[in-house]
C-alpha cells in the first residue's frame, strides 16, 4: 500500500516549554499509505510532535510541508491545512453537546460548507465504518470508552484527510476495548490511510508499521522496519526499552 | 377577618399593574444582562489584554457599589446629565441590568473556562478557525453549564428590584406603600406585598428548573452523586 511519494516531510522540529528542551530536531519524511508507530518512554515528546504537525503546538523552529506546501507559518491558512491531517486524541475530545452523528456532521458543515443532505450522508457513510450505525443519535457520555473513541476516528475521518495522527488512542482504554479500536486502525492501514501513531501496544505497533520510530530524550533515537528490531544493532535501545516491558 | 380580606380583595386591582411592572423590570435586567453578559465573558477570556481590563474594570464598579447608590447615580446623575429625559422605570431597567450584566459575565466566564481544553483543540485540528470553535463548541457547552447560575439571578433580581421603590418606579412595593397610606393597613398589605413576591420568585425558580432540565446534554452529569 506505501507509494513512493512524499505527502508530509518533517524537518528539523525544536520545542522548548522553559528550561525543559521537549524536541531537539527532528525529521522525517512520511509517504503516502505509510504507517509509522513511534514508540519509547514517557516525557520523551512523541506527543508534542504530533501536535507540532498541524501546528495545535507550534514549534520553535523547524518546518512541516505537506504536499509540498509549508504548514508552518501559514496563517490563516492553517485550517485549511488541518483538514487534510486528521487527528484523534488520548481521550476523544469529543463534543459533549452533540450526538454521534452530529460530532461527526459539524465539521463537514461548518468548515466544509456541505449541504445538511450531503454532510448526513457522509457521517453516517463513517459511522458504519467504526461500527457505530446503531449509536448514531448516541451522545458520547452514553458511549463506552470504545466507542468514543471510534466515533472520533469517524469525526476525522469525515474530513477526508491525506494523514491522520493518533496521540495514544488506547491508552485511557480497558484491554477489550483496545482491542475494537485497534482493529479499526489495523482496516484502516490496510486501506491505505497514511497515519501517524503514538502508542505503547507493542503488538500493534509490531504487525502494522511500516516503520518504527523510538524516540528519547527529544530526538528520534533508532528506526526501521519492525522486523529488524530483533536482531539488527540499530535497533539496540529498542530492544532494551521493549524488554523492560516484559517484566 | 373580613375587614382584613376585604381590604386584601380591594386592594389586588391596584397592586396588579405593580405586579407587571416589577416582572417587567426583571425580565428587562435578565435580557440586558445577558446580551451584555456573553459578549463580556467571551472578551474576558479571549480578548486582548487592554479589552480584558476594561470588562474587569466595569465588573469591579459595578458588583462594588450598592444598587441604591447606583440608580440615583444614574436617575439623578448620568442619564439627566447626557439630557436623555428616560423614564423612571427603564432608567432601574437599565440599572440593574448594568449589574446583573456584571455578575452574569463572572458566570459566563466561569463556564467557558470549564470547558477542557481539548474541545477547543479537537475542534481547531478539524480545521474551524477560533472564532468557529468558540460558536459551535465552546459556547453551546459553556452556555448549558451556566444556566444553574444563570438562573439563580432570577430571584436576586427579583428581590433587589423593590429598590427601585426610591426613585418612584410605581412597582409592587411602591404601589403597597400607597395603599398603606390610604387604609392604614400595614400589616394586611405587606404581607400580601410578601406572599406576592414569593409566589413570583417560586413560580419563576419552577420554571427555570424546567429549562435547565430541556437543555441538561443526555448521560452528562447523571447519577446518584449530583
Given at each position: 500500500?506505501?507509494?513512493?511519494?512524499?505527502?508530509?516531510?518533517v524537518?528539523?522540529i525544536?520545542k522548548?516549554?522553559?528550561?525543559?528542551?521537549?524536541l531537539?530536531?527532528v525529521?522525517?519524511?512520511?509517504?503516502?499509505?505509510?504507517?509509522?508507530?513511534?514508540?519509547?518512554?514517557?516525557?520523551?515528546?512523541?506527543?508534542t510532535l504530533l501536535r507540532c504537525i498541524n501546528q495545535l503546538t507550534v514549534p520553535?523552529?523547524g518546518?512541516i510541508?505537506?504536499?509540498?506546501?509549508?504548514?508552518?507559518?501559514?496563517?490563516?491558512?492553517?485550517?485549511?491545512?488541518?483538514?487534510?491531517?486528521?487527528?484523534?486524541?488520548?481521550?476523544?475530545?469529543?463534543?459533549?453537546?452533540?450526538?454521534?452523528?452530529?460530532?461527526?456532521?459539524?465539521?463537514?458543515?461548518?468548515?466544509?460548507?456541505?449541504?445538511?443532505?450531503?454532510?448526513?450522508?457522509?457521517?453516517?457513510?463513517?459511522?458504519?465504518?467504526?461500527?457505530?450505525?446503531?449509536?448514531?443519535?448516541?451522545?458520547?457520555?452514553?458511549?463506552?470508552?470504545?466507542?468514543?473513541?471510534?466515533?472520533?476516528?469517524?469525526?476525522?475521518?469525515?474530513?477526508?484527510?491525506?494523514?491522520?495522527?493518533?496521540?495514544?488512542?488506547?491508552?485511557?482504554?480497558?484491554?477489550?476495548?483496545?482491542?475494537?479500536?485497534?482493529?479499526?486502525?489495523?482496516?484502516?492501514?490496510?486501506?491505505?490511510?497514511?497515519?501517524?501513531?503514538?502508542?505503547?501496544?507493542?503488538?500493534?505497533?509490531?504487525?502494522?508499521?511500516?516503520?518504527?520510530?523510538?524516540?528519547?530524550?527529544?530526538?528520534?533515537?533508532?528506526?526501521?522496519?519492525?522486523?529488524?528490531?530483533?536482531?539488527?544493532?540499530?535497533?539496540?535501545?529498542?530492544?532494551?526499552?521493549?524488554?523492560?516491558?516484559?517484566? | 377577618?373580613?375587614?382584613?380580606?376585604?381590604?386584601?380583595?380591594?386592594?389586588?386591582?391596584?397592586?396588579?399593574?405593580?405586579?407587571?411592572?416589577?416582572?417587567?423590570?426583571?425580565?428587562?435586567?435578565?435580557?440586558?444582562?445577558?446580551?451584555?453578559?456573553?459578549?463580556?465573558?467571551?472578551?474576558?477570556?479571549?480578548?486582548?489584554?487592554?479589552?480584558?481590563?476594561?470588562?474587569?474594570?466595569?465588573?469591579?464598579?459595578?458588583?462594588?457599589?450598592?444598587?441604591?447608590?447606583?440608580?440615583?447615580?444614574?436617575?439623578?446623575?448620568?442619564?439627566?446629565?447626557?439630557?436623555?429625559?428616560?423614564?423612571?422605570?427603564?432608567?432601574?431597567?437599565?440599572?440593574?441590568?448594568?449589574?446583573?450584566?456584571?455578575?452574569?459575565?463572572?458566570?459566563?466566564?466561569?463556564?467557558?473556562?470549564?470547558?477542557?481544553?481539548?474541545?477547543?483543540?479537537?475542534?481547531?485540528?478539524?480545521?474551524?478557525?477560533?472564532?468557529?470553535?468558540?460558536?459551535?463548541?465552546?459556547?453551546?457547552?459553556?452556555?448549558?453549564?451556566?444556566?444553574?447560575?444563570?438562573?439563580?439571578?432570577?430571584?436576586?433580581?427579583?428581590?433587589?428590584?423593590?429598590?427601585?421603590?426610591?426613585?418612584?418606579?410605581?412597582?409592587?412595593?411602591?404601589?403597597?406603600?400607597?395603599?398603606?397610606?390610604?387604609?392604614?393597613?400595614?400589616?394586611?398589605?405587606?404581607?400580601?406585598?410578601?406572599?406576592?413576591?414569593?409566589?413570583?420568585?417560586?413560580?419563576?425558580?419552577?420554571?427555570?428548573?424546567?429549562?435547565?432540565?430541556?437543555?441538561?446534554?443526555?448521560?452528562?452529569?447523571?447519577?446518584?452523586?449530583?
Open positions: 500500500m506505501m507509494t513512493d511519494e512524499i505527502i508530509l516531510r524537518q528539523e525544536h522548548r516549554y522553559g528550561e525543559n528542551e521537549v531537539k530536531g525529521s522525517f519524511d512520511v509517504r503516502r499509505g505509510e504507517t509509522k508507530v513511534f514508540i519509547g518512554p514517557s516525557g520523551t515528546g512523541k506527543s520553535d523552529s518546518s510541508w505537506l504536499n509540498g506546501e509549508e504548514v508552518t507559518h501559514a496563517g490563516p491558512a492553517i485550517n485549511l491545512y488541518r483538514q487534510k491531517i486528521g487527528m484523534v486524541f488520548q481521550n476523544f475530545n469529543l463534543f459533549d453537546h452533540l450526538t454521534a452523528l452530529g460530532n461527526v456532521e459539524i465539521a463537514l458543515l461548518r468548515v466544509k460548507k456541505m449541504s445538511r443532505q450531503e454532510a448526513r450522508k457522509k457521517a453516517l457513510m463513517e459511522l458504519e465504518q467504526v461500527g457505530l450505525s446503531d449509536k448514531v443519535n448516541s451522545y458520547p457520555a452514553e458511549l463506552s470508552g470504545g466507542q468514543a473513541q471510534r466515533l472520533s476516528i469517524a469525526r476525522a475521518l469525515a474530513m477526508d484527510p491525506e494523514v491522520i495522527l493518533f496521540d495514544e488512542p488506547t491508552s485511557s482504554l480497558d484491554p477489550e476495548l483496545t482491542r475494537e479500536v485497534l482493529e479499526v486502525m489495523r482496516r484502516l492501514a490496510r486501506n491505505g490511510m497514511t497515519m501517524l501513531i503514538v502508542t505503547h501496544e507493542m503488538g500493534f505497533a509490531l504487525s502494522v508499521a511500516n516503520e518504527i520510530l523510538f524516540m528519547e530524550h527529544g530526538l528520534i533515537a533508532e528506526k526501521g522496519p519492525p522486523s529488524e528490531i530483533p536482531t539488527s544493532p540499530d535497533f539496540t535501545r529498542t530492544r532494551r526499552f521493549l524488554g523492560s516491558f516484559q517484566d | 377577618m373580613t375587614i382584613l380580606s376585604q381590604a386584601v380583595i380591594d386592594s389586588l386591582p391596584y397592586l396588579l399593574p405593580g405586579i407587571f411592572t416589577t416582572l417587567g423590570l426583571v425580565l428587562t435586567a435578565l435580557g440586558i444582562g445577558l446580551i451584555m453578559g456573553v459578549p463580556m465573558a467571551l472578551i474576558h477570556v479571549y480578548g486582548s489584554w487592554p479589552l480584558q481590563y476594561i470588562i474587569k474594570t466595569y465588573v469591579w464598579i459595578f458588583r462594588g457599589l450598592p444598587i441604591l447608590v447606583l440608580l440615583f447615580l444614574f436617575y439623578f446623575g448620568i442619564f439627566p446629565l447626557l439630557g436623555l429625559h428616560i423614564s423612571a422605570f427603564w432608567i432601574a431597567a437599565i440599572v440593574l441590568g448594568f449589574r446583573t450584566a456584571a455578575y452574569q459575565s463572572e458566570i459566563f466566564r466561569g463556564a467557558i473556562l470549564s470547558i477542557q481544553d481539548g474541545q477547543m483543540l479537537a475542534a481547531r485540528s478539524l480545521g474551524m478557525s477560533r472564532s468557529q470553535a468558540i460558536i459551535h463548541v465552546i459556547l453551546p457547552q459553556a452556555l448549558r453549564n451556566a444556566l444553574p447560575g444563570w438562573t439563580n439571578e432570577y430571584p436576586i433580581l427579583l428581590t433587589d428590584s423593590s429598590v427601585c421603590y426610591a426613585i418612584g418606579v410605581a412597582e409592587l412595593l411602591t404601589r403597597g406603600n400607597q395603599i398603606v397610606a390610604r387604609i392604614h393597613e400595614p400589616m394586611t398589605i405587606f404581607v400580601l406585598i410578601a406572599a406576592i413576591f414569593i409566589i413570583l420568585n417560586y413560580s419563576g425558580q419552577w420554571v427555570f428548573a424546567r429549562i435547565e432540565r430541556r437543555y441538561r446534554i443526555p448521560g452528562y452529569g447523571e447519577g446518584d452523586t449530583r
